[in-house]
Every structure is written in structure tokens, then in C-alpha cells.
């Protein structure tokens, strides 16, 4: 009798399992995007740049780490949009800043800081960026963007080692 009632049992419903494949199937054409489709159009004017400057650079002691992370993380993604515009030339300017910045965080990771897993987090984010931008660039100016992204992945390797002193 009991082999009946297995055999006569209703089928598993397998709506979650197609809505799980579905989900994971969105998820990774989302991810294998190619980068200059995936760029911020929400890069900042000349003036909000300039006050994110000016508000790193004016903060206490304890916040500029995290401050000058997300300065190094905006103008990433304004050098992105400089390069997928064809603009090479002022991507690698805005590049040479971001590695003055990213020297900026260094020297600030002494100090007892705030926000620190935020900023690592976001310097992360901003590393796996600039590597996906890699490869839209010229032969010629990806030496710019190897040393900078070499810079940005020491940084992050340093701020995630505060994290865990923490």
C-alpha cells in the first residue's frame, strides 16, 4: 500500500527552481556586461568635484581616509567615461590624480580612522572597475592604467589590513 501512495503523490513543483535558474541566469548576463555599458553616467560636474576635494582635504584627521576613497572612486569612473569617450588624454590626468589621492590614503591609514571597511569596501569596488576598463584602452595608455590599478590594489590590500586590526 505504501509504494500506491508514493506513486499517486502529486509531482515537486519546480516553479521556485525555474524562478532560482531564471534569477541566476539574469544575474550573470547582468555581471558579463561589457564595462563601457556598465559606466556611471552620474560622474560629477567640475564643481562637485572640486568641493569632494575640498571636503577631503578640510576633514578631520580621523574621516580623510574615507573621503579621499570616495574622491579616488568618483574620479575612477570619470576616468572610465574618459576613455570609453576616446578622451585619452585627460583620462590619463584624471589617473595621475587618483594616484596622488590614493598616496593621500596611504599616508592616512596611520591615523586612527573612520569608516575604514567602508573605504575598503568601496576601494574594492573601485579596483574591479578600473580592471574592467583595462581592456578599452589603447596599447599605449595601458601602462597608465596598470600602474594605477596597482596602486589602487595596494591600497585596498593595506586598508584590508586595517580592517582586520580592527
Do not use: W
Amino acid at each position: 500500500m505504501s509504494c500506491l501512495l508514493r506513486i499517486s503523490r502529486p509531482a515537486p513543483r519546480f516553479i521556485p527552481a525555474i524562478s532560482l535558474a531564471s534569477l541566476g541566469l539574469v544575474t550573470s548576463l547582468c555581471l558579463s556586461l561589457p564595462a563601457h555599458a556598465a559606466i556611471n553616467e552620474s560622474v560629477p560636474t567640475a564643481d562637485g568635484l572640486a568641493q569632494l576635494e575640498q571636503r577631503a582635504r578640510e576633514a578631520k584627521p580621523r574621516e580623510q581616509c574615507f573621503l579621499y576613497t570616495e574622491l579616488v572612486h568618483t574620479m575612477t569612473e570619470m576616468a572610465a567615461k574618459e576613455i570609453s569617450d576616446g578622451e585619452t588624454e585627460q583620462a590619463a590626468t584624471t589617473l595621475q590624480k587618483v594616484n596622488q589621492y590614493a598616496h593621500l590614503i596611504q599616508m592616512n591609514l596611520a591615523r586612527d580612522t573612520k569608516k575604514i571597511k567602508d573605504a575598503q569596501m568601496l576601494m574594492h569596488h573601485t579596483t574591479y572597475r578600473l580592471a574592467q576598463y583595462l581592456h578599452l584602452v589603447s596599447a599605449d595608455d595601458q601602462k597608465s592604467v596598470q600602474d594605477t590599478l596597482k596602486q589602487l590594489n595596494q591600497v585596498n590590500e593595506e586598508l584590508l589590513a586595517q580592517v582586520f586590526q580592527h
